[in-house]
């Protein structure tokens, strides 16, 4: 079965799809584990960049409850990209009815969930994937993001307390928890995070907008304690955003409104 495995891979990258799928299939046929089989064969095809032919395989075969956890997420991936969650929600689905206990797959219903719009649902698979692992990473930077979207910043802070503070996340997530402290009014902090953003990156033109926010919001709160200083600390951000992105309409709206 292995080296019907290995022709089957050749096959793939030289495209021939149809001869690809008949050395699989007959590796399946000839394995002792069928399952096991089916699962190092999707698990090679996406290794390797052959995720097309990966999905229509498994939906010929139609058995797939042992599927290594990543290569279930990445099919899922492939069918919300083609614009087919109800495949993607029933395929997780009969993993998780198979496996109630793994983390990992109501990681990856959430994510379906929230591909749906279904962000409550979502937050709560989000939240049944931590409650079996509460250090799962990828389970709480999904809740944080959802939460983000949303408009729920407090709940995204609390969300994002949770992870590793010894851990680079880097951007999107450094400015998303930035504004996440702005908008829960610890404008101080917020700013502190964007300064060590463009520290490291100056050439991140989002740190410097929403800094230049931080300073625009200090001078309309506290309009007695050097508001003009303030308005010229974000003029001087806003035009470093401006530079680097000078077709981002917000950027040059909330320039105007400082001067």
């Excluded at 200090?218 to 050097?226: K, L, M, Q, R, S």
Aim: glycine share 4%.
């Amino acid at each position: 079965p292995e080296l019907y495995l290995m022709q089957g891979l050749l096959h793939s990258s030289c495209n021939e799809n149809p001869a690809a799928r008949d050395s699989f299939l007959r590796a399946i046929e000839l394995a002792e584990n069928r399952q096991e089989m089916i699962s190092q064969i999707c698990n090679d095809l996406i290794q390797f960049g052959f995720r097309d032919q990966a999905v229509p395989l498994l939906e010929e075969i139609a058995e797939t409850d042992s599927l290594d956890p990543w290569v279930l997420d990445a099919v899922i991936h492939y069918y919300l990209e083609k614009d087919l969650p109800a495949n993607a929600a029933d395929l997780v689905q009969r993993h998780i009815d198979a496996n109630p206990y793994n983390g990992a797959y109501w990681n990856t219903m959430g994510q379906v969930y929230r591909h749906l719009g279904l962000n409550e649902k979502a937050i709560w698979a989000f939240d049944f994937s931590l409650t079996i692992d509460e250090n799962d990473l990828t389970a709480i930077l999904n809740k944080f993001e959802t939460q983000y979207d949303t408009g729920d910043f407090q709940g995204a802070r609390d969300t994002y307390n949770a992870v590793d503070k010894t851990l680079e996340l880097g951007q999107p997530y450094t400015n998303m928890f930035a504004w996440t402290l702005y908008e829960t009014g610890s404008v101080k902090e917020a700013r502190n995070m964007y300064r060590n953003t463009v520290n490291e990156d100056p050439e991140d033109a989002e740190a410097w907008y929403g800094m230049a926010l931080t300073y625009m919001r200090d001078a309309e709160e506290n309009p007695t304690v050097a508001p003009a200083a303030n308005l010229r600390a974000a003029l001087l951000c806003l035009h470093k955003a401006v530079l680097l992105q000078p077709d981002e309409k917000q950027y040059r709206m909330l320039q105007a409104e400082a001067l």
